[in-house]
């Protein structure tokens, strides 16, 4: 397993081990959620809401599993919403939904905190949550800590949408590059619609829809009362 965990974590833990690009991930054990170079790539767009799709083609090839979900950043703090239950596709077994949903743990909330030093997995369907801190590794990480290169490819249309289509490198303060295709959307001020990126050998893309540039209820990210809170 790599430092950081993929943007499926929960879902893959929950399904078995699966060799998935670690790009999304927060580094530790912190859930699926956005890290800052992923966040990069959203430019100006600090406040916004969306529904998002995922697809993870393990080797590049064959059928890649889909995973639907929701997606508000507010200012820094990141919520995304899941339905595990819906994940097709890939090696996700056939019995996979029903399981997770008998356990309450088909839906899954993570909200990612950092002024708070905090991130929470929610389980609405268990009114349960587990508190995880974010690590030094991760507070150290920001948004200034990365630089982005973009070469344009071309135009084209994604979802309606009449796109830019740039090739994005983006390096963080170790050196590492990060290497995307991103298709800006003209009519929403550049909002990255489609961001496809590859790493070792799998192959994953993430479509936005529905999007929404004005801000998020702020208590969108707020831990809601009554939960139980687990280690």
């Not at 889909?66 to 990141?78: E, K, S």
């Not at 508190?131 to 030094?136: A, F, M, R, T």
């Not at 949408?161 to 290497?179: F, L, S, Y």
Request: charged share 25%; glycine share 10%; proline share 6%.
């Amino acid at each position: 397993m790599k430092r950081q965990i993929p943007l499926l974590a929960a879902l893959l833990l929950v399904l078995g081990s699966h060799p998935l690009l670690a790009q999304f991930g927060g580094g530790g054990p912190a859930g699926p959620q956005l890290n800052p170079a992923l966040i990069k790539l959203f430019g100006e767009h600090k406040a916004f809401s969306a529904a998002m799709e995922i697809q993870v083609t393990e080797g590049g090839q064959g059928d890649a599993m889909t995973l639907p979900a929701r997606i508000a950043v507010l200012d820094g703090q990141t919520r995304l919403e899941m339905d595990l239950a819906k994940a097709t596709g890939g090696k996700v077994p056939p019995n996979a939904a029903e399981q997770m949903k008998q356990l309450g743990m088909d839906k899954m909330v993570t909200l990612s905190l950092p002024e708070q030093k905090v991130s929470y997995l929610l389980y609405p369907g268990l009114d349960a949550c587990v508190e995880l801190p974010v690590s030094k590794a991760q507070d150290s990480d920001a948004d200034a800590d990365f630089e982005m290169e973009v070469t344009e490819l071309g135009t084209e249309k994604v979802a309606g949408h009449d796109c830019v289509k740039n090739q994005v490198v983006v390096t963080g303060k170790d050196g590492i590059k990060r290497e995307s295709t991103v298709w800006n959307a003209e009519d929403l001020g550049k909002f990255p619609v489609k961001i496809e990126t590859a790493e070792a050998g799998n192959l994953i893309v993430l479509l936005f829809q529905e999007v929404k540039l004005a801000k998020p209820a702020a208590n969108d990210f707020i831990l809601p009362p009554g939960y139980t809170k687990y280690d």
